[in-house]
């Protein structure tokens, strides 16, 4: 049995925000139970965790949620860090970790994403998760190409944070 101190996703971001990322963050990385590598080479596991991956490992059911709960704790507090206003902002709360556990926590507390936020400028902000402000395309490339992958779940977390605005 987990000690009573054990954080949970529900406990950091809340019941809503934490079954939308549930949702949604294994349909944008897909699930694979074993190690292996993403289209750009690096080391993954499950439902798109890069820690402590083995190549070819197979993981069990239990292992990838739990390593999935734990790398969304570890994406989300530093986005609650860095974007304090999102608490209680399910849809946003949902799309802003699912931006950060694609991009890294680091990116996307320097985004400009972040910044709009804490601004207040929450449809700037959502609109700056898949759109630059010259009105490119961003945060969809990998290994220096476009990849339809990105270009989609970029799509889909800018439509998810823009709910209920």
Known sequence: MASASRKTLVGVVGAASAALLLSVVPRFEGVVYQGYRDPVGIPTKCMGDTHDVVVGKRYSEAECRESLETQLIAHAEPVLKCTPTLAGHAYQLAAAVSFAYNIGANAYCGSSTARRFNAGDWRGACRAINESDAGHPQWVTSGG???????????DERALCERGL
């Open 145 to 155: 190409r476009v990849l339809p992958g990105l270009v989609k779940r970029r799509a």
